[in-house]
């Protein structure tokens, strides 16, 4: 089965609202890597964790490897904030490969 | 911050055609990876490659081929395009050392096999 199960498939939000994504790992992985895929089509990197949390702006991700899950909160969230986000994982056997979920298409309105 | 080119941005081929998608990293990274993207999926491992000369098979390699001929390009070849090859194609690298799984991506290339 899927190695990330990635949640919302889709999310809508009013602007000025929050909410949060989730990706769950069926194994132990070693990092976790956040995306946002912009109207151009491109990858735009979020966060990179290892362990812990991280803040920039109006996101905020927490990636906790023992509990196998990560999560994206967005908060005051604007009209830009809207596109099809990814979580993406490395696994712990060494491999240097992500393992990608398959996306939540955020749409953002006013 | 990591700079990962892709040529072409995008491409129209027919049924049996023969493309070449290039990507170019100037991080001196050592891997560097080839997916493809389709709508409500996420980034699929076609091929990948840990150095010159190198290639490893990711999870969807049937009908591609690849070849990373310096430390920073990276190839992925179609010799006889099919239309369910249409897809978005995105190259990247990663340090691969040090413990960091951080990928950087290229901007993508759109394929369209008529």
């Known amino acids: 089965g899927d190695q990330v199960e990635q949640s919302p498939s889709a999310l809508s939000l009013h602007e000025g609202t929050g909410s949060a994504l989730r990706c769950n790992f069926t194994?132990?992985?070693?990092?976790v890597q956040w995306f946002r895929k912009n109207s151009r089509g491109s990858l735009i990197n979020l966060f990179y964790l290892a362990s812990g949390t991280k803040e920039n702006g109006r996101l905020k991700s927490a990636f906790d490897s023992k509990e196998r899950y990560s999560t994206l909160h967005i908060r005051d969230a604007q009209l830009e904030d809207s596109g099809t986000y990814f979580c993406a994982a490395g696994a712990s056997s060494g491999s240097w490969q992500l393992i990608f979920g398959s996306g939540t298409q955020l749409t953002v309105m006013p | 911050e990591a700079a990962v080119t892709q040529s072409p941005r995008n491409k129209v081929t027919v049924t049996g055609g023969n493309v070449t998608l290039s990507c170019r990293q100037t991080?001196?990274?050592?891997?560097m990876y080839w997916y493809r993207q389709d709508t409500g999926h996420g980034l699929r491992l076609i091929h990948y490659s840990y150095g010159a000369g190198n290639l490893q098979i990711g999870d969807v390699p049937d009908g591609y081929k690849a070849t990373r001929t310096t430390q920073e390009d990276f190839f992925l070849l179609l010799e006889l395009a099919s239309p369910s090859q249409t897809s978005l194609y995105f190259c990247?690298?990663?340090?691969?050392?040090?413990?960091?799984?951080?990928?950087?991506f290229g901007p993508g290339t759109r394929l369209t096999v008529l």
């Open positions: 991080n001196s990274h050592n891997y």
């Open positions: 990247a690298s990663s340090e691969g050392t040090g413990g960091s799984y951080e990928q950087y």
């Open positions: 194994t132990t992985m070693r990092a």
